[in-house]
Nanobody
Framework: QVQLVESGGGLVQPGGSLRLSCAAPGSISSFNAMGWYRQAPGKQRELVAT???????NYADSVKGRFTISRDNAKNTVYLQMNSLKPDDTAVYYC??????????WGQGTQVTVSS
């Protein structure tokens, strides 16, 4: 069983910044892709950003230009830098890892609340 451990969530004012971390034991290079998803109350879980083993990235339109996903293979950690946060970014953020052919793993989630 793969364990993904998220951290870095919290309460921030609109316009503020947070950095989420997702630590994975072993080597994150064993995953074909890793990413962040979020789920707001009453809504479906949605993609925020992904990064492949070759460091290609993909972002939801709603976060482009504000969020940056990155990876540190030496620390076995993936990050999500979130700037210019808006109240609509409030959600539980989940780390995800995919390993071919069928591996699909989730962290426990970390709450991000954007409010004044």
């Amino acid at each position: 069983q793969v364990q993904l451990v998220e951290s870095g969530g919290g309460l921030v004012q609109p316009g503020g910044s947070l950095r989420l971390s997702c630590a994975a034991p072993g080597s994150i290079s064993s995953f074909n892709a890793m990413g962040w998803y979020r789920q707001a109350p009453g809504k479906q879980r949605e993609l925020v950003a992904t990064i492949t083993i070759s460091s290609s990235t993909n972002y939801a339109d709603s976060v482009k230009g504000r969020f940056t996903i990155s990876r540190d293979n030496a620390k076995n950690t993936v990050y999500l830098q979130m700037n210019s946060l808006k109240p609509d970014d409030t959600a539980v953020y989940y780390c995800n890892a995919k390993r071919a052919p069928f591996g699909n793993y989730w962290g426990q989630g970390t709450q991000v609340t954007v409010s004044s």
